[in-house]
Nanobody, 126 residues
Framework: QVQLVESGGGSVQAGGSLRLSCVVSGRTFSSYAMGWFRQAPGKEREFVSAINWNGERTMYADSVKGRFTVSRDNAKNTVYLQMNSLRPEDTAVYYC???????????????????WGQGTQVTVSS
């Protein structure tokens, strides 16, 4: 059974930083791209960032480019999202997800991600 467990969320003031982690078990972590998504109250889930299977390629939403950094440690089955210069509009539940296609290119649509974590709350106050 594949499980994704996020951690690292919390409450910070605008301008602060958080680092989210997502540990994956139950499937060969190093073969699959990983994505981060978020969902704010009353809004649809949106793409934040993604990283390919070996960490050599990354993708970001325009709204977080230059502030967020995605990385992965395949030895620890963990993907990270370093979030700097946080803004109130970054407030959301953040989810990590694993692409279901081994060694595939990274994408920003939810359709290709077949396993999801339970989410971790990030709250940024002004």
């Amino acid at each position: 059974q594949v499980q994704l467990v996020e951690s690292g969320g919390g409450s910070v003031q605008a301008g602060g930083s958080l680092r989210l982690s997502c540990v994956v078990s139950g499937r060969t972590f190093s073969s699959y791209a990983m994505g981060w998504f978020r969902q704010a109250p009353g809004k649809e889930r949106e793409f934040v960032s993604a990283i390919n299977w070996n960490g050599e390629r990354t993708m970001y939403a325009d709204s977080v480019k230059g502030r967020f950094t995605v990385s992965r440690d395949n030895a620890k089955n963990t993907v990270y999202l370093q979030m700097n210069s946080l803004r109130p509009e970054d407030t959301a539940v953040y989810y990590c997800a694993q692409d279901g296609r081994p060694y595939a290119g990274i994408v920003r649509t939810t359709h290709e991600y077949d396993y999801w974590g339970q989410g971790t709350q990030v709250t940024v106050s002004s």
